[in-house]
């Protein structure tokens, strides 16, 4: 039982550096997200695709890059990190309104 | 602005023992309320969720209450156990929004022996 899978599980960037975050769920959920959760804040969603072959901007979509690659598949991008993007980024997966599922999480700091 | 907030921040208990965990919304319109519990290292994991019509929900040793008029939500946990030791999570998804949900701060709680 996979659920969501993310990877890398901890990457150290430097300033300007680029990265792509993956993200695979085997639930055939039509829904995928993208969060991030820093310290003493809730979860905010940074992108999020209703089903494949479409993805929107969530609260905080600046600096990232979206790519809903098929139906079990969704990465993140940062095309230039910066030091404010460091934190713990969650995938999620879904089948519309009901509860999502979370992976562990991607953590990643950048120097 | 649509927000949702949790006390405490932070609790220890010792095990064995009961707790009530706040959460106060001012999500509108609301549709369901849900809690999650994150261990640490983890991702969220869904406890429950209740719709506008449902005041109390359980699962297991946790009950989740809804007082939709008054926007406040409480997540019990009876006869703690270490293994409750984690942050757990309230959120509301709005009614107009497809799976848009606002996420709480969070309350971390330590179950201590």
């Known amino acids: 039982n996979a659920g969501v899978t993310q990877t890398p599980k901890f990457q150290v960037l430097k300033t300007g550096q680029s990265m792509t975050l993956q993200c695979a769920q085997d639930?055939?959920?039509?829904?995928m997200y993208w969060y991030r959760q820093d310290p003493g804040m809730g979860l905010r969603l940074i992108y999020y695709?209703?089903?494949?072959?479409?993805?929107d901007k969530g609260e905080v979509p600046n600096g990232y890059n979206v790519s809903r690659l098929n139906k079990r598949e969704f990465s993140l991008r940062l095309e230039s990190a910066a030091p404010s993007q460091t934190s713990v980024y969650f995938c999620?997966?879904?089948?519309?309104?009901?509860?999502?599922?979370f992976g562990d999480g991607t953590r990643l700091s950048i120097l | 602005k649509n927000q949702v907030e949790q006390s405490p921040q932070s609790l220890i208990i010792l095990e064995g023992k009961n707790c009530t965990l706040q959460?106060?919304?001012?999500?509108?319109?609301?549709?369901?309320l849900r809690w999650y519990k994150q261990d640490t290292g983890r991702g969220p994991v869904s406890l429950t969720i209740?719709?506008?019509?449902?005041n109390t929900k359980s699962n297991g040793r946790y009950t989740a209450t809804l007082d939709a008029d008054t926007k406040q939500s409480s997540l019990h946990i009876t006869a703690s156990q270490l293994s409750d030791s984690a942050s757990y999570i309230c959120?509301?998804?709005?009614?107009?929004?497809?799976?848009?949900?606002?996420f709480g701060g969070g309350t971390r709680l330590m179950v201590k022996p």
């Open positions: 639930m055939n959920h039509n829904s």
């Open positions: 959460c106060n919304y001012t999500v509108s319109p609301f549709s369901n």
């Open positions: 959120v509301v998804r709005l009614n107009n929004a497809g799976n848009m949900l606002t």
């Open positions: 209740m719709t506008f019509s449902e």
């Open positions: 695709s209703a089903s494949e072959g479409t993805t």
């Open positions: 999620a997966s879904s089948e519309t309104v009901r509860p999502q599922h």
